[in-house]
């Protein structure tokens, strides 16, 4: 597929599933590994394995995947955890149907491959924040995965705001508000590397679905504009 590809990769303390990750990236592609405050070397790890680096210091999902979204250059970005439980290599997928003119934004929707991949209460909190999407868009999506893919151009129009585990419903309200075709494709979800800072906690759920929320509460984009 002859297109640029930029591949945004939030990283906080990923050493140990760092190099899987960077040898999925698909030949040509760009791996762009915004590191969060590691404290593990993961910054430096990424570096010597050929990703683009950049440090953003303000902690939060969205920050990181905001300054990957910003850093870039290619024509179109993808999104994938960095902690191996998502396979970099099936992204080409993704974009493709972006390139093709299928969809405008093309999300994974992750399908478990392993008793403890996905924990109880993160799927609950997913499961209820997709019952709630669709009533405030009409979309039926029944994950809200990090793994997704779209035109860099489009998703800088989006004017994202949320900073922290609110950005990837963020981007899927604004989207949907603007008109986009919004899509999923499942996707494999492998038990992740490590130890997980977000949703592996009943703690960092409820955080999630918290921030989540406040996404949905706000007033649509287009009554505002």
Known sequence: MSVTVDVILPCLDEAEALPWVLERIPAGWRAVVVDNGSTDGSADLARSLGATVVHEPRRGFGAACHAGLLAGDAEYVCFCDCDASLDPGLLPDLVRRVADGETDLVLGRRRPQAPGAWPLHARAGNLVLARMLRRRTGLSLRDLGPMRAARRKDLLGLGLTDRRSGYPLQMVVRAADAGWRVTELDVPYLPRTGRS???GTWRGTWQ???????????????ETA
């Open 197 to 199: 800072k977000v949703t």
């Open 208 to 222: 999630t679905v918290h921030d989540m929320r406040a996404v949905l509460a706000k007033t649509p984009l287009k």
